[in-house]
């Protein structure tokens, strides 16, 4: 009998060593070449899959973005979980993270130079935002009650200090071991946290003061 492949599985082991070549070699020496022959596969056999470099990268993208998700996902479970714990699962705190956010990186300074790239990461980043806001919708009970306002400002807040930590930890690792990284993302959940109960405190002692100056006397 001739053997059943699945196309879906051998597409998404080719981004995934695409991955780790561009996060060893950095993007313009991943050649379609180099990264065939990390796989063990030929040329051919990878052009079957894609036509050209870009759409590996972008397989690739989808595929940490999955991962990310199914971790997300796992961490979460079906009680009330932490969020530190949750958004740790975004971090390089190991070598399968270290690799994904790696490539990350090397893929964000590709983006200004190609227009479909860019409009693949402005799809990317809108998901991303969506991924955390359900971590932080889980996270914190309170959520759902704060402003929509506030929480867009949390919420961008967060992506952004992930997205900063994971580049300073992809060029300097041996300065962020996991700990300290858990330890900066802690410390900035708390933050957000404290600033977001002011600023729903605020808002709502000015919509009470606002009434009671329209009440009749």
């Not at 950095?26 to 990390?38: C, L, S």
């Amino acid at each position: 009998m001739p053997k059943i492949v699945d196309h879906e599985q051998r597409r998404d082991q080719i981004a995934l060593v695409a991955c780790r070549v561009v996060a060893q070699y950095g993007f313009d020496q991943a050649t379609i070449v180099r990264i065939a022959r990390e796989a063990g596969y030929t040329t051919g056999m990878v052009a079957h899959y894609f036509d050209t470099k870009q759409e590996i990268i972008i397989a690739a993208l989808r595929l940490i973005l999955r991962r990310i998700e199914e971790r997300l996902t796992a961490a979460a479970g079906d009680g009330d979980p932490e969020l530190l714990a949750l958004l740790t699962e975004a971090l390089p705190v190991d070598a399968t993270r270290f690799t994904e956010c790696a490539f990350w990186t090397a893929f964000w300074g590709q983006v200004s130079a190609d227009k479909r790239l860019k409009r693949i990461n402005t799809w990317m980043h809108r998901e991303y935002l969506k991924l955390f806001e359900r971590c932080l919708a889980r996270g914190w009970r309170e959520w759902r009650e704060w402003p929509p306002q506030i929480r867009e400002q949390v919420l961008r807040s967060v992506v952004t200090f992930i997205n900063g930590l994971t580049a300073s930890v992809v060029a300097s690792p041996r300065d962020w071991p996991a700990a300290r990284q858990v330890g900066q993302l802690s410390l900035q959940l708390e933050m957000l946290h404290a600033w977001g109960s002011g600023a729903c405190a605020a808002a709502g002692e000015m919509r009470r003061s606002g009434r009671a100056a329209a009440a009749p006397a």
